[in-house]
């Protein structure tokens, strides 16, 4: 798969990843509009081009407030990611390029006030669904949110996805109506974050075609 030619798709408006793009950008501004005073912290899983923290802070009045690190493997990508911080005069906006399933790329801001797994879920096997999900639970402090993305081709995984999270101490906050294609979910986390180690390995990357081809 060449991910960076694969984000063409959201040029296109009527797209199903247009439409889900737009519903990310609303969860991540409803967590900023909610999130108490101060210094806000995000933190985005296999980023891509950033296109939706990006372009949620970009005239959201809380802009200065966030820092944040997105991590993608595909330098193509995170070249896209910097440009556009860099154009949206975000610069606490740092694109990392790297494995994004290692926990050594988080530990500097972990426990966020949002994590975003958004484009994961989809391409990990269910058992990393589970394993990541896992992990949000040290990448989130305490009253902060988990956005996230999983399509609901069948067997759809999304009420499942629901379970393991508020099996963890996750309050439901929304989740799209299952008649859309590609669902968006967030939770809020009303736990304690456990510590974030290092030299973890939180799910490994298989991409939605190979899973296909299993």
């Not at 494995?99 to 994590?115: G, I, K, M, Q, R």
């Not at 992990?135 to 402090?141: D, G, I, N, S």
């Not at 069948?154 to 009420?159: G, I, K, S, Y």
Request: with cysteine.
């Amino acid at each position: 798969m060449d991910w960076h030619a694969w984000h063409a798709t959201y040029d296109r408006a009527d797209s199903p990843l247009a439409r889900r793009l737009t519903t990310v950008q609303d969860r991540i501004r409803e967590t900023l509009d909610t999130a108490p005073p101060g210094p806000l912290t995000a933190v985005s899983v296999c980023a891509g081009q950033g296109h939706d923290l990006i372009g949620a802070l970009t005239d959201h009045p809380r802009r200065r407030e966030v820092r944040a690190r997105l991590v993608e493997l595909d330098a193509r990508n995170t070249e896209a990611a910097r440009h556009a911080a860099a154009s949206a005069g975000l610069p606490d906006v740092e694109v990392v390029t790297g494995d994004a399933s290692w926990t050594d790329h988080y530990t500097a801001l972990a426990p966020a006030d949002l994590v975003l797994i958004c484009g994961v879920l989809g391409n990990v096997t269910d058992t990393d669904v589970e394993r990541l999900l896992d992990h949000c639970t040290r990448l989130c402090r305490t009253g902060g949110t988990v956005v996230w993305t999983r399509n609901r081709k069948a067997p759809d995984l999304v009420p499942q996805v629901c379970s393991w999270l508020e099996g963890r101490g996750f309050e439901r906050l929304w989740v799209s109506e299952p008649a859309v294609e590609q669902a968006v979910g967030a939770h809020r986390f009303t736990g304690v974050p456990r510590p974030l180690p290092s030299g973890r390995r939180m799910f490994e990357f298989v991409g939605y075609d190979a899973l296909r081809r299993r």
